[in-house]
C-alpha cells in the first residue's frame, strides 16, 4: 500500500526564497528565544508534503519547503509562506545544498519532516533498473543522506525531532510493491535504530505509516488504485498524524490507526498473516 506523491519531475537546483504576503507571519514563536520553531519538509510540491506544511504553517512554524517541482513548490509556498529549495534529493550533494540553505534561512532547525517519495508497481521481475534504482535512491538512501547533514545541528541544539513517512508497505509487504516495500522497511528499521542511538541527546525519531493515500502518487507510479478496501484517505489525515507526532512526541502513528492490527499480527503470528496475504494481499 503506497502512500505518497512523487514531488515532481523538473530537477531544479537552484533555491529562491518565496514572499511572505503580509498578514501570514507566523502567530506566536513556540520557543522561548522570540522566533518560531522552523521546520523542514521534503516531497512537499503536493499531497501529504503540501499537506503538512499547510499544517505546520497554521501552527505558526517557520518553514523550509523542498520538492523536484518547483512550480507546484512555489504555489504550495503562497498558502504556507516559507522559503523554497526546489532540487532532486536524489542528485549528489543536493542533501547538503539543501541543509546549508535551511540553516542560512532560518539559523536552526527544530523538525524535518521527511516526505518524499515514488513508487512502482507490477512485477519485480519486470521492473526496469532504471525504476529500481529511482525508488531505492529518493525513498531511501536521500532520507538517509538529509537526516546525516540534519541531525548533528539539532543534537547540538540538545532538541529537534525527525519525523520519517513510511508506508503500511514497509510494514507487511504488499504484492506487486516489491522494492517499494523493501525501501520503506529499510526506512523503518533506521527509524527505530537512529531512536535508540539518540536516546537521551533531546532529538527524537517518528514514524509516520500511511496506508492509501489520496494523492497523485498512483497516477505518476504508472498503476491506479483499484482495491475497493482500503478506502484512501485524505493527505491531511496524514498531516495530522504528523502534528500529533510532533507535539506529543510519539514513535511511530499508523494512519488510519487500525492498520497497526495488520502489523500486530504480522509480528505474533507470521505464519498465519502469511497465508492470509497469500490470499488476500
Known amino acids: ?37 522552523a521546520a523542514l519538509v521534503t516531497g512537499a510540491s ?8 499547510r499544517r505546520l504553517s497554521a501552527g505558526g512554524w517557520r518553514l523550509i519547503l523542498n520538492g523536484r517541482d518547483a512550480g507546484r513548490l512555489c504555489r504550495v509556498a503562497e498558502h504556507a509562506p516559507a522559503d523554497v529549495f526546489p532540487a532532486d534529493l536524489a542528485r549528489p550533494g543536493a542533501e547538503r545544498r539543501l541543509t546549508r ?62 519525523v520519517l513517512i513510511g508506508s503500511l508497505a ?10 517499494y516495500s523493501a525501501a520503506k522497511a529499510g526506512l523503518g528499521a533506521f527509524a527505530d535504530a537512529l531512536r535508540y542511538e539518540l536516546r537521551g541527546s533531546g532529538v527524537g525519531v517518528s514514524l509516520v505509516v500511511p496506508g492509501v493515500v489520496d494523492t497523485p502518487f498512483f497516477d505518476r507510479r504508472g498503476v491506479p488504485y483499484r482495491r475497493a478496501w482500503p478506502r484512501p484517505v485524505p493527505p491531511e489525515r496524514v ?36 497465508r492470509l496475504a497469500a490470499v488476500f494481499g
Open 239 to 274: 498531516a495530522d498524524a504528523v502534528w500529533s507526532a510532533v507535539v506529543r512526541g510519539r514513535d511511530e502513528v499508523y494512519v488510519p490507526g487500525w492498520l497497526g492490527l495488520p502489523a500486530r499480527v504480522r509480528g505474533a503470528a507470521p505464519g498465519l498473516y502469511r
Open 46 to 53: 503536493s499531497g501529504i508534503g503540501a499537506a503538512v506544511a
Open 170 to 179: 514497509g510494514t507487511v509487504a504488499v504484492r506487486g510493491e516489491a522494492v
Open 101 to 162: 540553505f535551511a540553516l542560512d534561512r532560518t539559523g536552526r532547525l527544530d523538525l524535518l519532516v521527511a516526505g518524499a517519495g515514488v513508487g512502482w508497481a507490477g512485477d519485480f521481475t519486470t521492473m526496469p533498473p532504471r525504476a529500481l534504482e529511482e525508488v531505492v535512491g529518493v525513498d531511501l538512501l536521500a532520507t538517509l543522506r538529509l537526516v546525516r547533514q540534519v541531525v548533528p545541528h539539532m543534537v547540538a541544539a540538545g532538541s529537534g525531532r525527525v
Open 1 to 37: 500500500m503506497s502512500h505518497a506523491s512523487r514531488a515532481g519531475a523538473a530537477d531544479v537546483s537552484s533555491p529562491w526564497t518565496s514572499a511572505v504576503p503580509a498578514g501570514t507571519v507566523p502567530r506566536a514563536p513556540a520557543d522561548g528565544s522570540g522566533r518560531p520553531r
